[in-house]
């Protein structure tokens, strides 16, 4: 099989590793604390592979996009915070499940969400390229939005140091490793064979960190499901109508299709694996049930993206 077959064939494998997640979680429950420990390392594993494969001379002229990022800001920070509120009055009388619904749909992606933009045929660059801006407004902006959208619950304190220890573990140190790594390859030729060794990488990297986050988390997930049940229709609809707000944005700041396709992945994949820190470090009488609110939302999401791969590149195009 060459890189083009392994790429066709993604999202098979995808599902595979989806359904053998669900039953070695479930058949191995005294491995699951392993699985757990393995995610943060997958996932630098799969932003590495990813970062080898974009040219970052190019970074630089990405953060210059206005428009590109207008459209993101929009809808990311405007649009899917109006979304979140309509959704989530359903669940005001669950506080756990909404503070846990609250964290993880309001922060927008900085990681894996430059690999579903590679894949879904979107500019992974500007992509990457506005990963620090959105970290930095999401900070910001977080204690707002839950302020507003708790009321009386607003009292519950957010931490940001999860947010700081995510970007530099998932997403500079594997970012200056690929930058040093693609300027040896011009040079030494072992490092231009690693680097061509690599190109295969991403597709059996992101089936890594499916396996290893739903593998963990399943039992957590199952043990709470009928707890859980009033935020499910809220993740559907939110994976239903945040990618038309991410395409909206883009079509009113007139973006070209790769930049429109990259808006609309953006808008649509959350910050699910960054923010479970910080639902862990809530109150221990919601701790426990806003984690698996959170946890809910990435299984979802997942599946979501799998579709998102295959449909946003055949919906959003000239």
Not at 73 to 90: H, I
Not at 238 to 266: C, D, N, Y
Not at 284 to 297: H, N, W
Request: proline letters at 6%.
């Amino acid at each position: 099989m060459n890189r083009e077959q392994l790429e066709t064939k993604q999202i098979q494998i995808y599902f595979a590793a989806v359904i053998a997640a669900v039953a070695f979680g479930l058949l191995a429950p005294d491995a699951l604390r392993y699985m757990q420990a393995l995610v943060t390392p997958a996932i630098a594993v799969l932003m590495y592979a990813m970062f080898l494969q974009i040219p970052f001379l190019d970074l630089r002229q990405g953060l210059g996009n206005r428009r590109f990022m207008a459209a993101l800001l929009l809808a990311n920070f405007l649009l899917v915070p109006l979304l979140v509120w309509v959704a989530t009055r359903g669940l005001v009388e669950h506080p756990a499940i909404l503070i846990g619904a609250l964290l993880v749909l309001l922060t927008p992606c900085i990681d894996y969400v430059v690999v579903f933009t590679h894949i879904g045929k979107g500019d992974s660059r500007l992509t990457l390229a506005a990963t620090p801006v959105l970290l930095l407004v999401q900070l910001v902006l977080l204690p707002v939005y839950l302020a507003l959208m708790l009321g009386e619950r607003s009292e519950v304190s957010i931490a940001i140091a999860p947010f700081i220890e995510a970007f530099v573990l998932l997403i500079v140190l594997p970012l200056l490793l690929a930058v040093l790594t693609s300027a040896g390859a011009r040079r030494w030729r072992a490092a231009a064979a690693w680097n061509d060794a690599w190109a295969w990488m991403p597709v059996p990297a992101m089936a890594g960190v499916l396996v290893a986050v739903i593998g963990s988390q399943i039992a957590v997930v199952l043990r709470d499901f009928d707890r859980l049940l009033p935020v499910i229709p809220v993740y559907i609809g939110f994976m239903l109508l945040a990618p038309v707000i991410g395409f909206v944005s883009a079509r009113l700041l007139r973006l070209p299709v790769a930049e429109a396709r990259s808006v609309t992945f953006s808008a649509a994949t959350r910050n699910s694996l960054v923010v479970l820190p910080l639902a862990l470090a809530l109150p221990e009488e919601i701790r426990g049930l806003a984690a698996a609110a959170v946890i809910t939302q990435t299984l979802v999401e997942l599946v979501s993206e799998l579709i998102y791969v295959r449909v946003v590149p055949a919906l959003v195009r000239e």
